[in-house]
């Protein structure tokens, strides 16, 4: 339920919506350290939910592997 539900569904569509608020943000000319700081600013959010899934005892090596790529690619993109 974890990595599903708050991971991937609600964590990918957090992440989604922050990241066309910074897209936008730049078009309209905002400063890009300001659309940097406002793209990192759910790395915290990120790394708990990986952390989590990390820890949960129904936890697998094949959904462990997913939510670190999963952060790895919400960080970077």
């Known amino acids: 339920m ?4 708050d991971m991937l569904l609600v964590g990918s569509c ?5 990241g066309f608020v910074v897209l936008m943000l730049i ?7 300001l659309a940097v700081a ?3 600013l759910l790395f915290p ?3 708990f939910l990986t952390m989590a899934v ?3 005892p129904e936890g697998t090596r094949v959904t462990k592997s997913v939510a670190v ?9």
């Open 14 to 18: 957090v992440n989604l919506a922050a």
């Open 54 to 56: 990390w820890r949960s």
């Open 2 to 5: 974890l990595f599903w539900r």
């Open 45 to 47: 959010y990120n790394l």
């Open 38 to 40: 406002m793209h990192f």
């Open 27 to 33: 078009a309209k000319g905002v400063a890009l350290s």
């Open 69 to 77: 790529l999963w952060l790895v690619f919400f960080t970077l993109v």
